[in-house]
């Protein structure tokens, strides 16, 4: 477990839902990765991600799916992409990343509470 925080500083995280509009193997990364673009609605826009979740999925299988990620970290290269969000997940038992998604709808844009 990390260290103990303030509430307040959880409060600067800014964690928003989003759906996959466009996702394409990262071919350049060192690690198997996609590149994906993702639709947070309104106030954000579609912003771009890479993550390392290629052993899970398939470009065509994310289209539409709705992720968690953080939208409030500066962007950050990665190879010969900017990445502008911080898509979340988690390991599963054999240390693959899983997407963190909702298992109801919401609306792009949505905060996590």
Same mark, same amino acid.
């Given at each position: 477990?990390?260290?103990?925080?303030? *509430?307040? +500083?959880?409060?600067?995280?800014?964690?928003?839902?989003?759906?996959?509009?466009?996702?394409?193997? *990262?071919?350049?990364?060192?690690?198997?990765?996609?590149?994906?673009?993702?639709? *947070?609605?309104?106030?954000? =826009?579609?912003?771009?991600?890479?993550?390392?979740?290629?052993?899970?999925?398939?470009?065509?299988?994310?289209?539409?799916?709705?992720?968690?990620?953080?939208?409030?970290?500066?962007?950050?290269?990665? =190879?010969?992409?900017?990445?502008?969000?911080?898509?979340? =997940? *988690?390991? +599963?038992? +054999?240390?693959?990343?899983?997407?963190?998604?909702?298992?109801?709808?919401?609306?792009? =844009?949505?905060?996590?509470?």
């Amino acid at each position: 477990m990390s260290d103990t925080i303030e *509430f307040a +500083d959880f409060l600067k995280v800014d964690i928003r839902i989003g759906t996959i509009v466009h996702a394409e193997v *990262f071919e350049e990364a060192r690690k198997p990765a996609l590149k994906m673009q993702i639709d *947070f609605g309104g106030d954000i =826009g579609v912003k771009k991600s890479s993550a390392q979740i290629r052993a899970l999925y398939n470009p065509e299988d994310i289209i539409g799916k709705q992720v968690a990620a953080v939208v409030n970290f500066p962007p950050r290269q990665i =190879g010969p992409t900017m990445s502008e969000v911080l898509t979340l =997940g *988690f390991n +599963d038992a +054999d240390g693959n990343i899983v997407l963190f998604s909702p298992d109801t709808p919401v609306p792009n =844009g949505s905060r996590l509470h």
